[in-house]
């Protein structure tokens, strides 16, 4: 019976482990506590155990309930290991370091797509003005999160009618064909083809993509080339400080609008296409420019279509740790509860 | 009561209006009648009403119960008009006509993806040999169909656990971007795109596709194009007589294994790809070839994932049939026996 209380509840754990960095925090009742919330570099950091051993010690918490983890990789079985970083997310580690009596690894756009009915208004901006087509012909549940960071990927959410469980559909879009379209892009093509056997969509949109396109772009207009993270170029673009870097955006920014144009055609989200990723965020004024819709929106015969999609920015790094929280595993306790009474 | 006794009920119509043929079948308690399918040229007629009139009339059928008319084209509304005919379908002439109280009008690819549980195994053949992967790994409910025909299009079909209804995501992937990867294919590409404004996956994956793509290639080898159809140059090219119509045929399949593997990471299919349409029937020894498989997989560092579905073609082109009848509106004299009984 206290187990539906929440002042009884313990804390549990969700986190979104990233390429790059980390986010966490501790839930009560499924709630996360926003006091709580830590981002963490993952380099500073041996291990995800390291990481999560050190977060729960300066929280003060000794043991949880449960816990979510959101991996930027493919989920499958109990143990996960990192693409871009040698750790290793082990549900039994997780567990012995927690006190959590059920650990749980979930995809990061799985997490983020389960996300996408619960975002508060303030996390998200429009990039298109939504336009009446769109509020009096779709009422659909059908929305898509897509986005660039370390890597590329999307995600579908359906949600159900009441009481039916939503649907996701995880994907591996980063690793579909990079759409190109004229000679300059074919160039690009082939020099990322020459460094890793093929081009990827991943392969341009992301950090390291977009810094491999102004590597390239340095290179073919025989420039030297700064040696600039993917924020930097993406800050210097922003602020239209070097021709280059900005060429480089814009670059990326066309790649990204055609990607998520045949997404959309794909997944038709009539609910709403969400953009998430530090890269993508990082870009957020460039995405607002109208040559981003102008591509998004070229798919010949179908632009009316395309002009009915609404698509909004993600701009807070914590929205994933929304899903995580909702896709917590049911206590124990409450489990037992149950079945006592049956 | 007499509704629930299926020698008692009227028969129902149900129809797959492609661009170039149209298949028309009786329905009894959802059954298809196998005697009373057809086939029609649809050049043969001026209307779809012409058509269905002299089908219900060699058939001496006066009036049905009901009607669900699968459609080549997004279908939104009442009347839908055919994209590559001048045919406007509309829900009220076919009740008209065929005397049938409830009429639904769907897209063919959602016809075809509510049939994807249903196909008999005599209707369908393997490209690959299924792999212990993926028997032993996945038990997904989560089927894709796709295919060429008189356009491109693909559709999801998400099983849902027993007593919930089936999911079906429809698409308009034929307009998404050519993925093309070299200097050939870009060439192939700028022709298509100066004849249309842009090149899209339908302007080579459909019957035109071929063709175009057999001319454009007759033109840069400076060869005589001889005037011949889609189905044409696939039979040329499956009987290897013509080093062009073949050529032209191995392009055309190695865009096909590319998108359908595009399509395949974004909707990790692992419950079976199905391969539907004319013209893919057309060309299924050579989908048959090590090509294809080749290409199909040529994912990089997701190549084995690749290799864990199951891809099996639909050799019937009666198969939208079964998901239309499963699409039929509930007669009316059902709904009048529920309300009466409540």
Not at 3 to 23: C, K, L
Not at 35 to 42: D, G, K, L
Request: proline share 3%; aromatic share 6%; glycine share 6%.
């Amino acid at each position: 019976m206290h187990s539906n209380n929440p002042e009884n509840q313990r804390f549990s754990i969700v986190a979104d482990v990233g390429g790059t960095n980390t986010r966490i925090a501790l839930t009560k009742a499924s709630l996360i506590q926003q006091a709580t919330v830590q981002h963490f570099a993952n380099d500073k950091f041996d291990s995800f155990e390291q990481l999560l051993h050190c977060y729960l010690k300066s929280q003060q918490v000794i043991t949880c309930e449960s816990a979510c983890i959101a991996i930027a990789t493919a989920v499958n079985g109990s143990s996960v290991r990192l693409t871009n970083r040698d750790w290793l997310i082990d549900k039994d580690s997780i567990a012995k370091i927690s006190g959590a009596k059920r650990v749980k690894l979930i995809n990061d756009y799985e997490a983020l797509a389960l996300s996408l009915n619960d975002i508060p208004a303030a996390q998200l901006t429009s990039l298109v003005n939504v336009r009446e087509v769109q509020s009096s012909l779709h009422t659909s549940t059908n929305k898509i999160v897509l986005g660039a960071g370390t890597g590329f990927n999307a995600a579908q959410l359906i949600s159900g009618p009441m009481n039916i469980k939503s649907q996701i559909n995880c994907a591996e879009c980063g690793h579909m064909t990079l759409p190109i379209t004229n000679l300059q892009e074919l160039k690009l093509r082939d020099y990322l083809a020459s460094r890793h056997g093929r081009a990827s969509v991943e392969r341009v949109l992301s950090g390291r993509g977009l810094v491999q396109l102004y590597q390239w772009l340095c290179s073919e207009k025989k420039l030297p080339a700064r040696d600039l993270s993917a924020a930097q170029i993406a800050e210097s673009a922003c602020a239209d400080d070097d021709p280059v870097t900005r060429e480089s955006a814009a670059l990326f920014c066309r790649f990204f609008a055609r990607v998520a144009g045949d997404l959309a055609l794909a997944y038709l989200p009539y609910g709403g296409i969400y953009l998430s990723g530090g890269v993508t965020r990082g870009l957020a004024p460039m995405l607002r420019e109208a040559a981003f819709m102008a591509e998004f929106t070229a798919k010949g015969r179908q632009s009316q279509l395309m002009q009915s999609f609404n698509i909004q920015l993600i701009t807070s790094d914590n929205t994933a740790l929304i899903g995580c929280a909702a896709a917590l595993p049911e206590p124990l306790s409450a489990i037992g509860h149950q079945s006592s009474v049956n």
